[in-house]
Protein backbone atom coordinates (compact mmCIF):
# COMPACT_ATOMS: atom_id res chain seq x y z
CA UNK A 1 0.00 0.00 0.00
CA UNK A 2 1.02 3.35 -0.77
CA UNK A 3 2.95 5.61 1.87
CA UNK A 4 0.11 8.31 3.83
CA UNK A 5 1.65 11.30 4.42
CA UNK A 6 -0.28 12.73 7.55
CA UNK A 7 -0.71 16.54 7.81
CA UNK A 8 -3.08 17.95 10.18
CA UNK A 9 -5.35 18.96 7.35
CA UNK A 10 -5.62 15.04 5.89
CA UNK A 11 -5.55 14.04 9.63
CA UNK A 12 -9.17 16.15 10.11
CA UNK A 13 -10.56 15.22 6.90
CA UNK A 14 -9.78 11.60 7.51
CA UNK A 15 -11.83 12.27 10.96
CA UNK A 16 -14.40 14.45 9.04
CA UNK A 17 -14.60 11.21 6.47
CA UNK A 18 -14.85 8.11 8.86
CA UNK A 19 -17.35 10.57 10.95
CA UNK A 20 -19.46 10.78 8.03
CA UNK A 21 -19.37 7.17 6.88
CA UNK A 22 -20.07 5.92 10.35
CA UNK A 23 -23.90 7.15 10.14
CA UNK A 24 -23.97 5.05 7.77
CA UNK A 25 -23.47 1.79 9.76
CA UNK A 26 -24.63 -0.19 12.29
CA UNK A 27 -21.16 -1.56 14.20
CA UNK A 28 -17.99 -0.45 13.36
CA UNK A 29 -14.57 -3.49 13.79
CA UNK A 30 -11.54 -1.71 14.64
CA UNK A 31 -8.86 -3.29 13.42
CA UNK A 32 -5.25 -3.23 15.79
CA UNK A 33 -2.28 -5.05 15.57
CA UNK A 34 -2.12 -7.59 18.63
CA UNK A 35 1.40 -7.08 18.95
CA UNK A 36 0.72 -3.45 19.48
CA UNK A 37 -2.97 -3.42 20.82
CA UNK A 38 -2.39 0.65 22.32
CA UNK A 39 0.30 1.52 19.78
CA UNK A 40 -1.39 1.06 16.70
CA UNK A 41 -4.63 2.69 17.87
CA UNK A 42 -6.36 6.30 16.69
CA UNK A 43 -5.31 8.82 19.41
CA UNK A 44 -8.58 9.85 18.34
CA UNK A 45 -10.59 6.75 17.82
CA UNK A 46 -12.87 6.48 21.06
CA UNK A 47 -14.04 10.13 20.26
CA UNK A 48 -14.08 9.73 16.65
CA UNK A 49 -16.66 6.83 17.32
CA UNK A 50 -18.22 7.96 20.30
CA UNK A 51 -20.96 5.18 21.13
CA UNK A 52 -21.06 3.25 18.33
CA UNK A 53 -20.97 -0.10 18.60
CA UNK A 54 -17.46 -1.23 18.15
CA UNK A 55 -15.84 -4.52 17.31
CA UNK A 56 -11.85 -4.74 17.79
CA UNK A 57 -10.02 -7.19 16.28
CA UNK A 58 -6.84 -7.91 17.52
CA UNK A 59 -5.52 -8.88 13.97
CA UNK A 60 -2.01 -10.77 13.18
CA UNK A 61 -3.17 -12.68 15.89
CA UNK A 62 -0.66 -15.51 14.76
CA UNK A 63 2.05 -12.81 15.14
CA UNK A 64 1.53 -11.82 18.75
CA UNK A 65 1.91 -13.43 21.98
CA UNK A 66 -1.09 -15.38 23.30
CA UNK A 67 -1.03 -14.85 26.66
CA UNK A 68 -0.61 -11.31 26.37
CA UNK A 69 -3.11 -11.62 23.25
CA UNK A 70 -5.88 -13.24 26.19
CA UNK A 71 -4.68 -10.28 28.47
CA UNK A 72 -5.61 -7.73 26.34
CA UNK A 73 -8.99 -9.47 25.34
CA UNK A 74 -10.05 -9.14 28.42
CA UNK A 75 -8.85 -6.03 28.83
CA UNK A 76 -10.33 -3.83 26.17
CA UNK A 77 -13.95 -5.39 26.43
CA UNK A 78 -16.51 -2.67 27.21
CA UNK A 79 -20.26 -2.20 27.77
CA UNK A 80 -20.14 -1.59 23.77
CA UNK A 81 -17.10 -3.07 22.47
CA UNK A 82 -16.64 -6.15 22.02
CA UNK A 83 -12.50 -7.89 21.38
CA UNK A 84 -11.67 -10.70 19.28
CA UNK A 85 -8.14 -11.63 17.89
CA UNK A 86 -7.82 -13.26 14.40
CA UNK A 87 -5.32 -14.10 12.12
CA UNK A 88 -6.61 -12.73 8.81
CA UNK A 89 -4.82 -14.83 6.41
CA UNK A 90 -6.33 -17.77 7.41
CA UNK A 91 -9.57 -19.00 5.83
CA UNK A 92 -10.67 -21.17 8.91
CA UNK A 93 -9.98 -18.70 11.41
CA UNK A 94 -11.81 -15.89 9.09
CA UNK A 95 -14.73 -18.80 9.07
CA UNK A 96 -14.79 -19.03 13.28
CA UNK A 97 -14.53 -14.61 13.21
CA UNK A 98 -18.10 -15.04 11.10
CA UNK A 99 -19.78 -17.24 13.82
CA UNK A 100 -18.04 -15.17 16.56
CA UNK A 101 -19.30 -11.81 14.71
CA UNK A 102 -22.28 -13.76 14.82
CA UNK A 103 -22.87 -14.59 17.95
CA UNK A 104 -21.82 -11.01 19.40
CA UNK A 105 -24.88 -9.29 17.19
CA UNK A 106 -27.25 -11.51 18.37
CA UNK A 107 -28.56 -8.70 20.71
CA UNK A 108 -29.10 -6.43 17.85
CA UNK A 109 -31.04 -8.86 15.86
CA UNK A 110 -33.07 -9.73 18.87
CA UNK A 111 -33.90 -6.31 19.02
CA UNK A 112 -35.25 -5.71 15.95
CA UNK A 113 -37.35 -8.55 15.92
CA UNK A 114 -39.01 -7.03 19.01
CA UNK A 115 -39.58 -4.10 17.20
CA UNK A 116 -41.21 -6.51 14.30
CA UNK A 117 -38.41 -5.93 11.95
CA UNK A 118 -38.08 -9.56 10.58
CA UNK A 119 -34.92 -9.38 9.20
CA UNK A 120 -32.19 -6.69 8.60
CA UNK A 121 -28.57 -6.44 7.61
CA UNK A 122 -26.07 -5.22 9.82
CA UNK A 123 -24.28 -2.73 8.24
CA UNK A 124 -20.58 -2.95 9.48
CA UNK A 125 -17.37 -0.71 8.11
CA UNK A 126 -13.84 -1.17 8.99
CA UNK A 127 -10.93 1.34 10.66
CA UNK A 128 -7.60 1.15 11.32
CA UNK A 129 -4.25 2.46 10.61
CA UNK A 130 -1.99 1.48 7.45
CA UNK A 131 -0.94 -1.71 7.25
CA UNK A 132 -2.91 -3.35 9.69
CA UNK A 133 -4.39 -5.55 7.59
CA UNK A 134 -8.00 -4.08 6.34
CA UNK A 135 -7.84 -5.68 2.74
CA UNK A 136 -6.69 -8.45 3.52
CA UNK A 137 -9.34 -8.71 6.04
CA UNK A 138 -11.92 -7.36 3.73
CA UNK A 139 -11.17 -9.70 1.01
CA UNK A 140 -11.40 -12.48 2.95
CA UNK A 141 -14.38 -11.89 4.88
CA UNK A 142 -16.02 -11.02 1.76
CA UNK A 143 -14.08 -13.50 -0.83
CA UNK A 144 -14.36 -10.57 -2.99
CA UNK A 145 -18.59 -11.45 -3.48
CA UNK A 146 -19.11 -7.93 -4.26
CA UNK A 147 -22.88 -6.88 -4.32
CA UNK A 148 -25.10 -3.61 -4.29
CA UNK A 149 -26.84 -3.58 -0.89
CA UNK A 150 -28.71 -0.44 -1.55
CA UNK A 151 -27.14 3.34 -1.10
CA UNK A 152 -27.33 5.29 2.48
CA UNK A 153 -26.57 8.44 3.30
CA UNK A 154 -23.06 9.00 4.13
CA UNK A 155 -21.61 6.59 1.81
CA UNK A 156 -19.43 8.16 -0.85
CA UNK A 157 -20.04 7.88 -4.14
CA UNK A 158 -17.95 4.72 -5.43
CA UNK A 159 -18.22 2.73 -2.47
CA UNK A 160 -20.54 0.17 -1.86
CA UNK A 161 -21.79 -2.10 0.49
CA UNK A 162 -21.34 -6.13 0.14
CA UNK A 163 -23.34 -8.33 1.35
CA UNK A 164 -21.41 -10.76 3.44
CA UNK A 165 -23.98 -13.57 4.44
CA UNK A 166 -27.64 -12.89 5.42
CA UNK A 167 -26.63 -11.11 8.09
CA UNK A 168 -24.00 -8.71 7.74
CA UNK A 169 -23.00 -6.16 5.00
CA UNK A 170 -19.50 -4.45 4.76
CA UNK A 171 -18.88 -1.33 3.49
CA UNK A 172 -15.94 -2.32 0.68
CA UNK A 173 -13.56 0.70 1.85
CA UNK A 174 -12.16 1.20 4.85
CA UNK A 175 -11.63 3.88 6.77
CA UNK A 176 -7.49 4.81 7.08
CA UNK A 177 -6.61 6.31 10.37
CA UNK A 178 -3.07 7.69 11.38
CA UNK A 179 -1.44 6.02 14.26
CA UNK A 180 0.30 8.58 17.24
CA UNK A 181 3.31 8.73 16.46
CA UNK A 182 4.17 11.64 18.03
CA UNK A 183 5.55 9.39 20.23
CA UNK A 184 8.97 8.20 20.28
CA UNK A 185 8.72 4.79 21.51
CA UNK A 186 5.22 4.36 19.91
CA UNK A 187 7.11 5.20 16.72
CA UNK A 188 9.74 2.39 17.31
CA UNK A 189 7.20 -0.04 17.99
CA UNK A 190 5.39 0.97 14.71
CA UNK A 191 8.59 1.06 12.67
CA UNK A 192 9.40 -2.80 14.04
CA UNK A 193 6.34 -4.02 13.19
CA UNK A 194 6.33 -2.43 10.16
CA UNK A 195 3.53 -0.53 10.03
CA UNK A 196 6.00 2.88 9.22
CA UNK A 197 7.69 2.56 5.97
CA UNK A 198 11.40 1.75 6.22
CA UNK A 199 11.67 4.88 4.55
CA UNK A 200 11.15 6.31 7.88
CA UNK A 201 13.62 5.42 10.75
CA UNK A 202 16.96 4.31 10.22
CA UNK A 203 17.50 0.47 10.67
CA UNK A 204 20.19 -0.04 13.14
CA UNK A 205 18.11 2.39 15.64
CA UNK A 206 15.39 -0.15 15.30
CA UNK A 207 17.49 -2.98 15.14
CA UNK A 208 18.83 -2.04 18.85
CA UNK A 209 15.16 -1.49 20.32
CA UNK A 210 14.72 -4.73 18.90
CA UNK A 211 17.57 -6.33 20.97
CA UNK A 212 16.36 -4.38 23.79
CA UNK A 213 12.85 -6.06 23.63
CA UNK A 214 13.94 -8.92 23.09
CA UNK A 215 16.45 -9.58 25.77
CA UNK A 216 13.56 -8.05 27.96
CA UNK A 217 10.62 -10.75 27.16
CA UNK A 218 11.98 -13.24 25.08
CA UNK A 219 15.51 -13.84 25.74
CA UNK A 220 15.70 -17.95 24.90
CA UNK A 221 13.86 -17.35 21.27
CA UNK A 222 16.75 -14.86 20.60
CA UNK A 223 19.54 -17.02 21.54
CA UNK A 224 18.40 -19.63 19.90
CA UNK A 225 17.32 -17.83 16.10
CA UNK A 226 20.53 -16.22 16.03
CA UNK A 227 22.53 -18.66 17.89
CA UNK A 228 24.00 -16.32 20.74
CA UNK A 229 25.26 -17.97 23.64
CA UNK A 230 24.47 -16.47 27.24
CA UNK A 231 27.52 -15.20 27.65
CA UNK A 232 27.22 -13.27 24.32
CA UNK A 233 23.56 -12.13 24.10
CA UNK A 234 23.76 -8.93 26.51
CA UNK A 235 23.80 -5.54 26.92
CA UNK A 236 25.60 -3.22 25.80
CA UNK A 237 23.26 -3.38 22.96
CA UNK A 238 25.72 -2.14 20.43
CA UNK A 239 28.12 -4.55 21.14
CA UNK A 240 25.46 -7.54 21.01
CA UNK A 241 24.61 -5.88 17.65
CA UNK A 242 27.99 -6.24 16.23
CA UNK A 243 28.43 -9.69 17.69
CA UNK A 244 25.21 -10.82 16.08
CA UNK A 245 26.51 -9.19 12.39
CA UNK A 246 29.49 -11.31 12.48
CA UNK A 247 27.51 -14.30 13.76
CA UNK A 248 25.50 -13.90 10.29
CA UNK A 249 28.87 -13.58 8.49
CA UNK A 250 28.14 -10.28 7.92
CA UNK A 251 31.85 -8.62 8.77
CA UNK A 252 30.74 -5.28 9.27
CA UNK A 253 27.73 -4.61 7.76
CA UNK A 254 25.69 -3.56 10.83
CA UNK A 255 22.54 -1.98 8.64
CA UNK A 256 22.11 -5.90 6.60
CA UNK A 257 22.48 -7.07 9.69
CA UNK A 258 19.69 -5.07 11.38
CA UNK A 259 17.42 -5.35 8.26
CA UNK A 260 17.54 -9.34 9.07
CA UNK A 261 16.56 -8.94 12.59
CA UNK A 262 13.98 -6.58 11.80
CA UNK A 263 12.32 -8.63 8.82
CA UNK A 264 12.52 -11.80 11.04
CA UNK A 265 10.87 -10.36 14.32
CA UNK A 266 8.35 -8.93 11.71
CA UNK A 267 7.56 -12.03 10.03
CA UNK A 268 7.23 -14.01 13.55
CA UNK A 269 10.30 -16.24 12.94
CA UNK A 270 12.17 -15.33 16.60
CA UNK A 271 9.15 -15.91 18.46
CA UNK A 272 5.23 -14.95 18.15
CA UNK A 273 5.77 -11.62 19.83
CA UNK A 274 3.66 -9.04 21.51
CA UNK A 275 5.45 -4.86 22.13
CA UNK A 276 2.49 -3.24 23.89
CA UNK A 277 2.72 -5.19 27.19
CA UNK A 278 -0.35 -5.49 28.91
CA UNK A 279 1.10 -4.74 32.20
CA UNK A 280 2.14 -1.30 31.24
CA UNK A 281 -1.28 -0.05 30.64
CA UNK A 282 -2.86 -1.67 33.73
CA UNK A 283 -3.55 1.46 35.58
CA UNK A 284 -5.57 2.22 31.68
CA UNK A 285 -7.36 -0.82 31.32
CA UNK A 286 -7.84 -2.00 35.20
CA UNK A 287 -10.84 -4.26 35.56
CA UNK A 288 -12.26 -5.65 38.72
CA UNK A 289 -11.52 -9.25 37.57
CA UNK A 290 -8.26 -9.02 36.49
P1 LIG B 1 -4.02 -2.42 4.99
O1 LIG B 1 -3.03 -1.37 4.61
O2 LIG B 1 -4.56 -2.16 6.37
O3 LIG B 1 -5.11 -2.65 3.99
O4 LIG B 1 -3.19 -3.78 5.16
P2 LIG B 1 -3.05 -5.02 4.13
O5 LIG B 1 -4.32 -5.80 4.08
O6 LIG B 1 -2.48 -4.52 2.86
O7 LIG B 1 -1.98 -5.94 4.91
C1 LIG B 1 -0.67 -5.49 5.21
C2 LIG B 1 0.24 -6.70 5.34
O8 LIG B 1 -0.12 -7.48 6.48
C3 LIG B 1 0.16 -7.65 4.14
O9 LIG B 1 1.47 -8.12 3.88
C4 LIG B 1 -0.73 -8.78 4.63
O10 LIG B 1 -0.45 -10.01 3.99
C5 LIG B 1 -0.36 -8.85 6.11
N1 LIG B 1 -1.44 -9.36 6.97
C6 LIG B 1 -2.72 -8.92 7.04
N2 LIG B 1 -3.42 -9.59 7.98
C7 LIG B 1 -2.56 -10.49 8.53
C8 LIG B 1 -2.67 -11.47 9.58
O11 LIG B 1 -3.71 -11.65 10.24
N3 LIG B 1 -1.53 -12.19 9.86
C9 LIG B 1 -0.36 -12.01 9.20
N4 LIG B 1 0.69 -12.76 9.54
N5 LIG B 1 -0.23 -11.09 8.22
C10 LIG B 1 -1.30 -10.34 7.89
Redesign the pocket.
Known sequence: ?ATIQWFPGHMAKAKRQVQEQLKAVDAVIE?RDARIPESSKNPLIDHIIGNKRRIIVL?????ADPAQTKLWMKGLKGQETDVLA????NPNAIKRFRKDLLAITQDEREKWLKKGMKHKLIRLMVV?I????????INQLTQKKIAQVGNKPGVTKGQQWIQIDKDFALLDT?GILWPKFEDEEVGKRLALTGAIKDTHYYSDDIALFALEFLLDYYPSALRERCHLTEEEACPPYPDLLMTLTEKLGMKDDYERASDWLIRELRE?RIAPVTLDRFEDYLMVYEKEEI
Open positions: MLNKSDLLDSKGPNVGKSTFPG
